[in-house]
């Protein structure tokens, strides 16, 4: 992204969400491996963490989940309609590499609320329903298994449901909309005034069905956010709260922000969009471009792999988002090759078996496979007499990048180490070795780890480093012998905290399109 940041790309698809910047044949590819058939609870939210564990949780007041609470606690549940007093818990920690899970405990309801990580990598997590509506709560890695979460009183000046947050260049976080919340506020709070009003937020708002709830928010290269909700953007100086910039709506005026991610009236469930929209946000004169996919797709997740692809993954292709209200699950996930020509963007990936409807989620892990989790279209968990099951399980997709064939093009990074530090606007030396050959470009992508529900992945940052120089370090004789081959790639960091805020960010080594596995760096 340093190399481009005259051209930030925003992506819509179908009316999930939006993505920065983003090669192959139209083949099917990947691989889908179960990991866990049942792990207690439905991952409603996922946030991966720098210790490489997955924090998820659903909601508290909609009876007992399937996974007890550690040291036999129970906890006074008077909101829940189901059982009052609750055993249960309604959040887990996943770690991704035993492959394991453990309870934890939140104590107010987590329902459809939001988060970031903050610049020391601990999880920020706001809002909620009911008597989480007006809390904060935060979650601090840890690899003894004695963390769990902390809850924050009035950590919010409003109600905050349906939310969307963001981690800014100072590192505090910005929190933007929410159910009859046309604002914005920031965390921890500013001392005044601390909420500032979005007109943006009331004019997007359709009466009666609303169609601006979790708003997509990017914070752009010139320090604004770009804010999309319903079908229609700006650009906005939230420092000084004035709007830097108006875009024009998505040709056709369909929305496309919660709930109305496709659309279902009276139990007649109409087909999802087909249609994505990307336009250059810096342009002088920007205008949306309007794509057609391989197939409808409503409720899916978006995901940033290493590479600068995007895979769209879960969803249905007709009705929309909410409880009962989407219908005929999309198995087929596709990969988006944004710097293809127009028409030679799309490539369909091979099928899962598992529906992944409305609250489902997905996100990338170090390794470069993407976690696949959720799905609860109900009011309660319900296993039997539905059409798709509350789903317990998790599993994992490996793109093609993954598969043997491409092994000896896959980069394995020596220098630095995972948890090094690196500093803005200076340049990185970054040893790794190959068995392969290379034949072209070498490039280094940094991503920022999202917050994923309900179809948007909050955060979701890929930068594509200034490559300064490449230079192959190990002997030819060596090669010669079998040995892999050892190169040094040096390059830039990001310049500042607008670029790529402070925090923890996943490093990968690209070689032909095939990412190495990643390393944890911490920029600040």
């Not at 420092?239 to 005026?253: E, M």
Request: proline share 7%.
């Amino acid at each position: 992204m340093e190399a481009r940041a005259t051209t930030f790309y925003a992506l819509l698809l179908t009316s999930f969400q939006l993505l920065l910047t983003c090669h192959v044949t139209f083949a099917a590819g990947g691989k889908w491996d179960p990991l866990l058939s049942n792990v207690g609870i439905s991952a409603m939210h996922m946030q991966l963490l720098s210790n490489d564990r997955v924090v998820m949780f659903d909601r508290t007041n909609f009876g007992p989940s399937n996974i007890s609470l550690p040291n036999g606690n129970c906890r006074n549940n008077p909101q829940d309609a189901v059982s009052k007093i609750d055993c249960t818990a309604h959040s887990i920690e996943y770690n991704v590499e035993s492959n394991t899970i453990r309870p934890l405990t939140v104590q107010s309801n987590t329902w459809c609320s939001s988060g970031s990580l903050r610049s020391d990598g601990v999880l920020v997590q706001t809002g909620g329903d009911r008597d989480g509506e007006l809390k904060a709560r935060t979650f601090s890695p840890c690899d003894d298994n004695e963390c769990d979460w902390v809850e924050i009183n009035n950590g919010l000046a409003r109600r905050r449901w349906y939310s969307s947050n963001h981690i800014l260049p100072d590192g505090k976080q910005i929190i933007i909309g929410g159910q009859r919340q046309f604002s914005y506020e920031f965390f921890p709070k500013t001392t005044s005034p601390n909420v500032i009003d979005l007109p943006f937020l009331a004019e997007t708002n359709d009466r009666g069905e609303e169609n601006n709830l979790y708003p997509y928010v990017f914070l752009n290269t010139d320090g604004n956010l770009f804010i999309f909700a319903n079908n229609r953007a700006i650009l906005l100086d939230y420092v000084n709260n004035k709007v830097a910039k108006t875009y024009p709506a998505i040709p056709g005026g369909d929305p496309r922000s919660y709930p109305s991610t496709g659309s279902a009236v009276k139990r007649t469930f109409v087909k999802a969009l087909d249609t994505c929209a990307r336009i250059k946000i810096n342009d002088e004169d920007p205008q949306w471009t309007v794509e057609k996919m391989p197939r409808a797709r409503v409720m899916g997740d978006m995901t940033l792999l290493p590479n600068g692809d995007v895979l769209l993954i879960n969803g249905g292709s007709a009705g929309s988002a909410a409880w009962e209200l989407g219908r005929e699950p999309v198995f087929v996930p596709d990969l988006y090759h944004s710097e293809n020509p127009v028409n030679s963007r799309f490539e369909s990936l091979n099928p899962n078996t598992i529906p992944r409807m409305y609250h489902s989620t997905a996100i990338l892990l170090r390794d470069g496979r993407v976690l696949v989790g959720g799905s609860n279209p109900h009011g309660f968990y319900n296993f039997t007499g539905v059409l798709f099951p509350t789903e317990l399980s998790l599993e994992a997709f490996s793109p093609a990048y993954l598969e043997p064939e491409f092994a000896k093009l896959r980069p394995k990074i020596t220098s630095p180490k995972s948890q090094s530090t690196i500093t803005y606007g200076t340049n990185l030396k970054v040893k790794f070795k190959v068995s392969g050959k290379i034949k072209g470009p070498v490039k280094v992508t940094m991503v920022f780890p999202s917050f994923t529900t309900h179809s948007f992945s909050m955060n979701q940052r890929l930068l594509v480093l200034d490559n300064v120089k490449v230079k192959r370090t190990s002997s030819v004789f060596g090669a010669l012998f079998g040995k892999s081959k050892h190169y040094e790639v040096q390059v830039r960091t990001p310049k500042s905290a607008i670029i790529a805020p402070p925090g923890y960010y996943m490093m990968f080594v690209v070689n032909e399109n095939v990412p190495s596995e990643g390393i944890w760096v911490r920029l600040q």
